[in-house]
């Protein structure tokens, strides 16, 4: 028990933001269900910690159960409705660059739990279509396609001049 | 293009927090969720032994006592008197009746020889350790002060609410035979998360586990002995009152799966109850055929003809496949003679049939068994249905249910690798 905490929490230490920033995109923009999901990864992780160190898959192993998480959470009718912040916000006029990260994150936040969860592996992690398909379960064909609507839903969404006329159509 | 995309996901970000994941924190979650994991596994183990030991009872009782007994079935020679439909019925020749059998002891779990059958299940059931009769009550609706096995229809079912001081829950066991059906996972109702062949030893005893979103746990463990007795065993986490008041659980497992769960009950009981079964220990016995709750003894050859041949299955009989199937009234009965507890059987048309448990006719729900979900009272002549909507990912192959007890024409499920 003592080998697997010291291992685990090397990984720990080592992927936890990482991690985070991959969660926050699937969350489509929280901070604190990102570190939510991150640690609920975490913890499944911790249970099947010996297999998945002799298979030497932890990232793969990590970035499926991350995903599946992601969809099941964005299942939820509640998180829907509300979400959780810090602090109260307050309106005044945003810093630069500001604006566009919120452009981003409205915009992801748009995109159905399975199109984002596919164009954040695919672009955000360096997945290829095969990689990505294995993550989620899915066909290669779902994956181009959904990859090409999530593209094109984000490009509607944020006026176009941001993204290029490609995607995985082929 | 990648590069476009990357660079424009990463001006999500915007400010990025501090990281505020607490590393002893995850930790002490992934050994909580370890810790009972680990319990969960040992206890269905709990819930397999259930099921062999009263499979063991089951097979001795058929094996030995029966024929002590039961009197002989009857032949065509001895007409229904009443209003039953009176068909000229194969010749049946009967065993002599055949040594008193000794007790068996089945590793402290004495059977008594002779004893009736669903008294010999629930005694053993009592003495398993696996529920003790001062923390069992019997289901709201139901009458008698302790839960007992009874019979419904053609499969002996127990039925109790478990409740302990810390946990409660619900436990069921069914004893029923299935001739020439094995073991799977096809036998096992929906819903469930997962099914595993937990013994790989003949017989095989197949698990599956369910966990709602409510909080429900149900561990369900099948299998089917030598001579086609099937027996299974369902324990939740969630007793039939509460679910009736909707009271969600409080326990995280099932309460029967935690007595036991690091006292190797199944190291100990398990063997002695393999070296009991009759493939061993009851070699040379005539074969036998199960009659309602009757237990008949008759030379195996003959005993598919006397209780699958045409002329029984009009009047309410097993069809001539075995498959079990039932006309649409209530089953014409030969007379018997007096019963085990002397008083003359009922012959003829029969006219009441057991109100069932609740569950067994709902689908879905624990317990139930495969082929159970359809009304027993089903139209033979009718288009066969499908008795349960499949879960995605699975294809029928040819499903037919067509009886109460799981007899069914091909009841093989195979996963779909579509």
Redesign the interface.
Known sequence: ?QDR?TE??EY??SR??VM??TA??LCG?D?HRA?DL??TT??????AWPRIRRDGSVDAYSRKIMVRAAIDESRKAYRRRESVV?DLPELTTPPQ??E???D??RA?AQLPAGQRAV??L???E?LSVTETAQALGKSEGTIKSQSSKG?AH?RRL?GSG???Q??DSG | MTDDVKQLLGRAFGDEPPLRIDRDEVLQQGRKRLRRRRFFEAGSVIAAVVVAAVGAAALTNLAGSEPERMPPAATSAQPAPNEGLSLPLPPVSTSPPAEPPPSVSLGGLPIESGADMSKQLTDVLYSSDIVAMDEVEVLPGQSGGLPAFQLYGEQYVYEADVVRSDVRGLLRVTVDYVPGQVADCGMIPAPYTGCEEWDKSSPQAFLARYEGSDGERRTYVTTVLERGIRVSATATNTTDRDRAAGTPSSAKIPPVLVRGAGAGVAGTVLPVVRAGWPGRQHDGQPGRAVVGHRLVAVDPGVAAGAFAGPARQSSGGRGADGGGQYSAGPAGQPCRGPGPDGVAAACGRRTATPTPPRHEAEPGREGTTVGGEETPQQDETGPPRLARRLTQGWTSRARTFSNRSGGTADSSIERSTA
Do not use: P
């Open positions: 028990m905490d685990f929490g720990l230490d936890a933001s985070r920033r926050y995109l923009g901070w570190e991150v640690q975490l913890t499944k992780i911790y249970v810090e660059g500001v566009d990260a919120v981003v994150r992801l164009v954040v695919r672009y955000w360096d593209l984000l944020l941001d993204l290029a490609t995607g």
